[in-house]
């Protein structure tokens, strides 16, 4: 390997500005940026959506998305100019000098493809190698990156790997161009606590093995306290602070770094808030004078159980979900002979009681069963074995299935795949209320709409508007207004948090804590961050590999955990 110069900078960024032209006005992305990154040095960049972040890495890589383009500044590697190369020089150096990790590894590669023909094209790509060395090279980069079997599932294809692996095959490709420079974009994004922790320490090894300098892009300030040499801040377009991680963590200097991380949810100790990020403007939205007693919301479902403003929940303590020995069995391989056919049992002998009025969180690593457990209780799925109770009735298929589907409802994830992109926002809040019949005509259906959007911290205004003119936090916003239109008692949230900035995560998380008592909701949430179920959760439920492990209070599992594997999330949470 070419012994690497670390007396200068491996990248070097001066006076940045990039700019996406409009008819009626020039939007600037980026402006005024100065970065330095060196050989072995990961550089951390944190800071809102919309920053900039990704922006710059874009630039750097000369993948800006027209009409965007670079106004002013240079970006240089190892000394030479690289912002205004032609595309056919560009293409030289990207992917063999600069590799870039994305944030969603499906995106990265083809569905239609194996992974090792995937891997075999790309080495063959960058060097003249054959087809039978590019095989056992890929074969030995799969291993490295901690992919057990690398022949055998060299064979198989990306939506055959879990989310945690795929982005391993990810780093694989990266790998194979031996770059100089990686800019890992939200590397870590929605997976667990101990595939993020396996992530990290291979792009930390990366670093300091192969003397790669890398910049990783992220809004998890726990990680870049696990990972990163040293930190750049930014807000709206601007670098506002950098320095040494440590002292970023435990010294900021700029005001709106010190609210960032003072927003960072406690792992140490239980707040009733999620303190808010207040140098962001309109970050502390006031609450809804709201009264259960007057409210339409209060005049069924969730109100039935008896919940009021400032209820006790520990006072409630009656079942209302009964979960026994509850099972999910997906065929892998078909045949029309019994003994041929393959199984993946998902979820197995699942035993567990969901109490009124409380919140209960399920945790877990990627593929131990936690959405499947809840896509049966939300009906979009039919277990093999076990049985429900909702409320003391059997929650079976057909008629039950469809009485309770008024009272179960669900958040997802990523609100933008949940909602339908060619409705108004209010025809997507209304839809639930008529065909549940809740409104008698379509004036106080309208009504119905508007106070839902108020509830949520939305504008009455924003129902003439689609999903996608709204941010992240926002359509979570809507999911949420959408999931109360039913007045439901129970609500599956499953990581309905992840991908969103930790400001607009405290919005969404107060919000759901306001909800939760306001109309003493039952709530199953589910989370790989820990931190945050600590603060939302009453008790928590840990699965691994398809069966419970341990279900306790959440300040005794922190304090106490009982199982191995309890511990060792535990032990790999991120900590500022």
Not at 44 to 63: D, F, N, R
Not at 234 to 260: C, D, F, N, W
Not at 308 to 322: F, N, S, W
Request: with cysteine; proline share 5%; net charge neutral.
């Amino acid at each position: 390997m070419q012994e690497k110069d670390a007396s200068k900078p491996l990248l070097s960024i001066r006076g940045l500005k990039v700019e996406y032209p409009g008819r009626i006005r020039t939007f600037v992305a980026v402006e005024d940026i100065d970065l330095d990154i060196r050989h072995g040095e990961i550089l951390g960049l944190v800071g809102e959506s919309g920053a900039g972040k990704s922006t710059i890495g874009s630039a750097i890589m000369g993948l800006l998305d027209a009409p965007g383009r670079i106004a002013a500044g240079m970006i240089e590697l190892d000394g030479r100019r690289i912002d205004d190369l032609g595309p056919e020089a560009m293409r030289g150096i990207r992917g063999k000098r600069i590799s870039m990790i994305f944030q969603d590894p499906l995106t990265s590669l083809n569905p239609l493809y194996t992974i090792g023909r995937q891997l075999i094209e790309t080495i063959r790509t960058h060097r003249r190698v054959s087809r039978e060395q590019a095989r056992r090279d890929a074969i030995v980069l799969l291993d490295k990156v901690g992919i057990a079997d690398a022949e055998r599932r060299m064979e198989q294809y990306p939506h055959q790997f879990s989310g945690g692996m795929r982005q391993r095959v990810v780093i694989a490709l990266v790998l194979c161009t031996d770059p100089d420079l990686i800019i890992a974009d939200e590397p870590t994004t929605a997976l667990d606590v101990s595939v993020q922790a396996q992530i990290l320490d291979l792009i930390k090894r990366l670093a300091a093995e192969r003397n790669a300098g890398v910049l990783l892009v992220t809004h998890d300030m726990g990680v870049i306290a696990e990972t990163a040499t040293r930190v750049a801040v930014m807000y709206r377009g601007r670098v506002v602070e950098t320095g040494e991680t440590r002292q970023i963590i435990h010294a900021p200097k700029h005001a709106y770094t010190k609210s960032l991380i003072g927003a960072v949810p406690r792992a140490d100790v239980k707040l009733d808030r999620f303190p808010r990020v207040d140098f962001i403007e309109g970050s502390g939205q006031p609450a809804p004078d709201f009264d259960i007693r007057t409210h339409w919301l209060g005049q069924g479902g969730a109100a039935k159980g008896g919940a009021a403003k400032g209820h006790d929940r520990q006072a409630r303590t009656a079942p209302l979900v009964e979960i026994r020995d509850l099972g999910m069995r997906f065929v892998t391989h078909r045949s029309v002979f019994p003994g041929r056919r393959r199984y993946f049992d998902a979820v197995q002998d699942f035993t567990l009681d969901v109490n009124e009025g409380e919140v209960l969180g399920l945790v877990g690593e990627s593929g131990s069963g936690k959405s499947t457990v809840a896509r049966i209780l939300a009906g979009l799925y039919a277990g093999s074995a076990g049985a429900i109770r909702f409320d003391g009735a059997p929650l079976g298929g057909g008629s039950s299935r469809s009485r309770s589907g008024q009272q179960i409802q669900m958040i997802f994830q990523d609100p933008y795949s949940s909602l339908n992109p060619r409705m108004r926002v209010d025809a997507i809040i209304a839809e639930p209320i008529e065909h549940y019949r809740l409104a008698k005509n379509n004036r106080e259906r309208d009504a119905i709409v508007a106070d839902l959007l108020d509830l949520v911290g939305l504008e009455q205004g924003a129902g003439r508007k689609f999903p996608h003119e709204f941010s992240g936090g926002q359509r979570q916003r809507i999911s949420i207004a959408r999931a109360l239109a039913t007045r439901p008692r129970f609500l599956i949230c499953d990581e309905p948090t992840s991908a969103l900035d930790v400001s607009i995560q405290a919005q969404i998380l107060n919000l759901l804590k306001d909800l939760q008592e306001w109309l003493g909701l039952t709530i199953l949430f589910i989370s790989h961050d820990l931190p945050v179920v600590r603060q939302m959760c009453d008790r928590i439920a840990v699965m691994r590999h398809g069966k419970l492990c341990e279900v306790s209070d959440t300040e005794t599992l922190f304090a106490n955990p009982q199982h191995a594997y309890t511990e060792e999330l535990l032990r790999l949470m991120p900590r500022l």
